[in-house]
């Protein structure tokens, strides 16, 4: 709202305490609004595997004055690694730290999610109303206000519900055409799990391809944790379906894919049994047509997932709740008008992230046979040796955004 406005704060219901939904409540309670975060897990979910923000996404972090308090969390990653079945380098890439230019395979700015999503919470946490432990199952709207239904069987009122509940949302699905399909699929498969770290196991991320489109990365954020990631190339209804199977049943799908894999295979498949965290999806892009209708909109990954292969996943979250802020602030009274502004200030930038995931480019990365693998480090290999991954990022002259500009802060902050 306009600093002197006589306009009441919206009561507005986020779905959803991931990044997007930090995010808004941020921006939205130093709007003047009243926020209630309602998140489905029975506590702040601060979990999950390495993620980093690049091009706009810094910008929006650093105009939240949050910029130092992530820098103070970042995961030591200088780079990545293509190996082969003993471990030996055959290329490596290393991170762009010039502060110039385009960020490369690893990004300056590398996080684990929980810790992003602590340090998101902890500026949200005094001026926010936070519900653990219930979701929106459902939601009814006129031209004044949404009765939203929690899991528990109660309900409440509220003048905006916005669904930041991820790439599976809830929101979506009641606010979209019944059998509308918004997933932009690309053929691959992930999971991911946290290993106890060994000796030689370094600041590098090892990246190692395995014929039939397989690929294996090991990636060390703790000083006695590592990430594993098992990738794959398949466009079974078997793989697209054990993403909602019990976690039991997909590690040993995962297994079943992988065993033969070699290099650490058997270490990685071992850790699955003990670590405290797995998660397996299939990658895909959200896309829709709308984001909104009424007084319920989408945002964050529910709105226009990006996929981890465009590299602006997170910051592309940070964007779109900046954006969506930003304008709920400037027409508390109009929200169609709030809402149509967020479509067509936000639809340039996240159709210019998305655009980035060529699936015949992320083929290349995944070579079918072994032949195709030697080939591709090799060629991988020369264009290192002649500095090109690093040239071609410190020259580029934008990001992986594009040369979209973020809008105008959507509050004061108080920051310096």
Request: proline share 4%; glycine share 10%; net charge positive.
């Amino acid at each position: 709202m306009t600093k002197g406005s006589d306009m009441q704060p919206l009561r507005v219901l986020v779905a959803g305490g991931g990044i997007a939904g930090q995010a808004l409540a941020f921006w939205l309670t130093r709007g003047g609004h009243r926020v209630t975060v309602a998140e489905r897990f029975p506590a702040l979910r601060a979990a999950g595997a390495q993620v980093d923000l690049r091009g706009q996404g810094i910008e929006a972090v650093k105009r939240m004055g949050l910029l130092d308090a992530v820098r103070g969390k970042l995961v030591d990653e200088a780079g990545v690694a293509f190996v082969n079945s003993r471990g030996k380098a055959k290329a490596t890439i290393m991170a762009n730290t010039s502060g110039r230019g385009r960020q490369t395979l690893t990004s300056e700015y590398e996080i684990m999610r929980g810790d992003l999503v602590r340090i998101l919470h902890a500026a949200t946490r005094d001026d926010t109303e936070h519900v653990f432990g219930k979701s929106v199952d459902g939601f009814e709207q006129d031209a004044h206000h949404v009765a939203a239904h929690f899991s528990d069987g109660s309900s409440r009122e509220f003048d905006l519900l916005i669904g930041a509940d991820g790439q599976g949302s809830r929101i979506r699905r009641a606010l979209l055409p019944q059998g509308f399909d918004p997933y932009w699929r690309v053929g691959m498969h992930m999971a991911y799990w946290f290993v106890p770290r060994i000796a030689s196991d370094s600041n590098i991320r090892d990246t190692y391809m395995v014929p039939g489109g397989r690929q294996i990365m090991r990636r060390s954020h703790h000083a006695t944790e590592t990430q594993v990631y098992f990738v794959m190339r398949e466009e079974s209804e078997e793989a697209s379906a054990v993403h909602r199977a019990p976690v039991e049943h997909q590690q040993e799908f995962w297994a079943s894919r992988f065993r033969d894999a070699g290099w650490q295979t058997e270490r990685f498949i071992e850790g699955m049994k003990t670590s405290p965290f797995f998660y397996s999806q299939e990658i895909v892009q959200v896309r829709t047509d709308t984001w909104s209708k009424g007084r319920v909109v989408l945002a964050g990954d529910a709105a226009h997932c990006a996929s981890p292969y465009s590299g602006m996943g997170i910051s592309g979250s940070l964007v779109g709740a900046h954006v969506l802020a930003r304008e709920i602030n400037r027409h508390p009274g109009d929200l169609p008008t709030a809402l149509a502004n967020y479509d067509r200030v936000l639809r340039p930038f996240v159709n210019e992230i998305q655009g980035e995931v060529n699936p015949r480019l992320l083929r290349l990365g995944m070579p079918m046979t072994q032949r195709a693998i030697n080939i591709f480090q090799a060629t991988t290999a020369l264009a290192c040796f002649l500095h090109i991954p690093d040239l071609a990022a410190r020259l580029s002259k934008e990001d992986r955004g594009g040369n979209w500009q973020l809008p105008g802060n959507p509050a004061p902050t108080g920051a310096a």
